[in-house]
């Protein structure tokens, strides 16, 4: 069976996590966030190492053990009853983050939409990083170059994922928006979708 699935899309800091979180707590949606996934990990375990090495450096983790990982995160949610795919909507953010991902799930899921999440003001993304990684305490987010290198990574190798999904399935929404409004935005089309 394919998991039906909305994708939360756009560069990093755009706001993503924000409006997975949110729409996570509505009944019947399923938020994943790979990054989350991620950090979960022991750092001292090996895939905890590969984290740290490659978002350390503003890369992609090599999508091998990233969908391994993925593909785990969700069985142990379903083996503990928290995702239901026979009648959730997987919210997904940070994944699929390149094309070749996007291919191996092409059999897991069914996008009904994705949500490209824009902000005109590539200083306010910026700024937003700077802020979260002393919140959260985020290796990537402390330093210029290498958020500079995620936005390029971004550009160049997940920005393809759109053209992946073609423009029938892709919606803009404007990020710059106060957050409620993002997500009036983003339900409005999710809920036709069902
Ligand atoms: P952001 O949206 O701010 O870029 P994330 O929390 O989504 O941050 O991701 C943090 C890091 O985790 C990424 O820079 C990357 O190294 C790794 N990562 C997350 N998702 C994926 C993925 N689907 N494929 C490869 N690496 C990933």
């Known amino acids: 069976m394919k998991y039906r699935s909305i994708l939360l899309f756009g560069a990093p800091g755009v706001g993503k996590g924000t409006q997975g979180k949110v729409l996570g707590g509505i009944p019947n949606y399923f938020h994943c966030a790979c990054g989350d996934v991620f950090r979960n990990l022991r750092a001292d375990s090996p895939l905890g190492r590969l984290f740290i090495e490659y978002s350390g450096r503003g890369q992609l983790v090599p999508d091998e053990p990233t969908i391994r990982l993925w593909r785990d995160f ?21 994944i699929p983050r390149n094309v070749q991902q996007a291919k191996i799930l092409r059999n897991t899921l069914n996008v009904s939409a994705v949500f490209y999440m824009q902000s005109k003001d590539e200083n306010k993304l910026i700024a937003r990083i700077q802020r979260r990684a002393v919140k959260e305490n985020r290796l990537d987010d402390a330093n210029l170059k290498v958020i500079r290198d995620r936005l390029q990574v971004y550009e160049n190798e997940t920005m393809p994922v759109l053209k992946f999904y073609g423009r029938h399935l892709v919606h803009r929404i404007n990020s710059d928006q106060a957050p409620d409004k993002v997500l009036v935005d983003i339900l409005k089309i999710a809920t036709k979708k069902k």
């Open 74 to 94: 969700l069985e142990n949610n379903m083996k503990i009853g928290r995702f239901h795919p026979e009648h959730d909507t997987l919210v997904l953010d940070g």
